[in-house]
């Protein structure tokens, strides 16, 4: 069966509202302050054992589940079994996936299955909730450790899963994929770029090896005919003629020749090789650092996401994603200056005390060491700020015992990601 990919691209487009083809034996009574379902069993109901199936869901689902769930990979491994899509580009691969999500008899039983296998653990972990609170409770937990795909396709096809919830997991992921797309979009292109770079360098050094191997070979041939030459000149029954005799010291200079030669290109191919290598090597390290910096930004992105969170649920007392920093004084120094009312905001909001340093653009260095001997703690931007006012900062701080945490950007993200860190050491510190 061949599908146009250009028939079923309107597929992958997103729909107003999910709606699930299965409801659970619960109905929904309300949400709490918490922001959480609250569910009670609808005794004029009953449900069954049975997952829901893929092509059970509506249509407007099938976008979601393809793009969270499965690889590309994966995808075009499905896809090829059932011979479509072999030259489709990433986007059209999506498009066939959706509109075959929905056929049963089509290829949508590959895909449950593919489904299944990838997120066996995931969909065992939830056959175990018993009832909707507890289900709503693992989806909760799951979105919170940033365990998205498998948890998804597991409350989904969950036998209590109801339209709500499926709403609400779907709503989620939506959301998520807006937040995790804006914050890596620069990093996925920089490991794109570099992933192509090192395939290009491997190309490289592989034909220069082949290059080299098929030189050693050609000077074995010629070393192994000469000496059949001069075996066979030995056997003969007369003594070589002075004819013979240049003719074979010829051959010798001529072999001595292409030796020094075939000597000279493999030298050659050798240091060639160690400069790739060394290339290969610099690029491997530029995508390690590319890698730590999309963990550390993914890292500051779950801090923003839990206080965000923390923001948009009533607050509570001890509530334990609130940002409280009150009776900490912090100094800020360098950043932009269009920046500095919204971190002043961000910090007193927390109750804490906020000092400033625009890191020796017009402020005077020599007022650094006052400022930082009445804060608690200092903040400064590694992109955003002069060497003299960092080298100050460091040599003031040792000298007064005061601690120091140097930014990745002049961003709110990573200052928020600083004020969270702080909140956790200080209850730490009193936990001890």
């Not at 309107?10 to 918490?34: E, F, K, T, Y």
């Not at 509109?99 to 175990?128: E, P």
């Not at 979105?143 to 899963?161: C, E, F, N, R």
């Not at 950007?409 to 969270?420: G, H, P, Q, Y």
Request: hydrophobic content about 40%.
């Amino acid at each position: 069966m061949a599908l146009d990919p250009h028939l079923v691209l309107s597929a992958s487009l997103p729909r107003p509202a999910p709606i699930a083809a299965r409801r659970g034996p619960v109905r929904l009574v309300a949400r709490n302050q918490d922001g959480a379902l609250e569910l009670e069993p609808d005794e004029s109901q009953s449900h069954g054992s049975r997952r829901t199936r893929i092509w059970e869901f509506d249509a407007s689902l099938h976008c979601s589940i393809v793009g969270t769930c499965l690889t590309t990979t994966e995808l075009r491994h499905v896809l090829d079994k059932l011979k479509i899509g072999a030259t489709a580009s990433d986007h059209e691969l999506h498009a066939l996936g959706v509109a075959l999500a929905g056929r049963r008899q089509a290829g949508a039983k590959f895909l449950q299955k593919a489904l299944d296998r990838r997120h066996r653990v995931a969909v065992t972990r939830y056959s175990k909730a018993k009832d909707l609170v507890a289900l709503a409770a693992l989806w909760a937990e799951s979105l919170k450790q940033g365990d998205i795909p498998g948890s998804y396709w597991a409350v989904l096809t969950h036998p209590l899963a109801t339209e709500e919830l499926v709403k609400q997991a779907f709503g989620d992921v939506h959301m998520l994929s807006h937040l995790v797309g804006a914050a890596n979009r620069a990093d996925i292109r920089r490991l794109r770029e570099l992933e192509q770079q090192n395939a290009v360098l491997a190309d490289k050094i592989e034909r220069q090896q082949r290059r080299l191997q098929e030189g050693f070979v050609a000077r074995d041939r010629t070393i192994q005919r000469l000496n059949e030459m001069l075996a066979a000149s030995d056997r003969a029954e007369s003594p070589p003629t002075p004819n013979a005799e240049e003719a074979a010291d010829g051959a010798l200079r001529d072999l001595n020749r292409r030796l020094a030669r075939e000597i000279a290109r493999r030298e050659r191919s050798e240091a060639r090789a160690g400069q790739l290598a060394a290339a290969l090597q610099k690029s491997d390290d530029a995508l390690q650092r590319s890698e730590r910096r999309s963990e550390t930004i993914e890292r500051e992105l779950e801090s923003v996401e839990a206080h965000l969170a923390a923001l948009a649920e009533p607050s509570t007392a001890g509530s334990a994603d609130a940002l409280d920093v009150s009776g900490i004084t912090v100094l800020y120094v360098g950043g932009r200056a269009h920046q500095t009312p919204q971190i002043k905001g961000l910090i007193e909001g927390a109750g804490g005390r906020f000092l400033h340093h625009d890191g020796g653009l017009e402020q005077s260095s020599g007022l650094l060491p006052g400022l930082i001997g009445r804060a608690d703690r200092v903040l400064f931007p590694i992109d955003c700020i002069s060497h003299e006012a960092v080298a100050t900062i460091k040599r003031v701080c040792r000298a007064l015992g005061r601690s120091y945490d140097p930014l990745r950007t002049a961003s709110l993200a990573c200052v928020l990601a600083a004020l969270l860190r702080m909140r956790g050491s200080r209850e730490q510190a009193e936990a001890q």
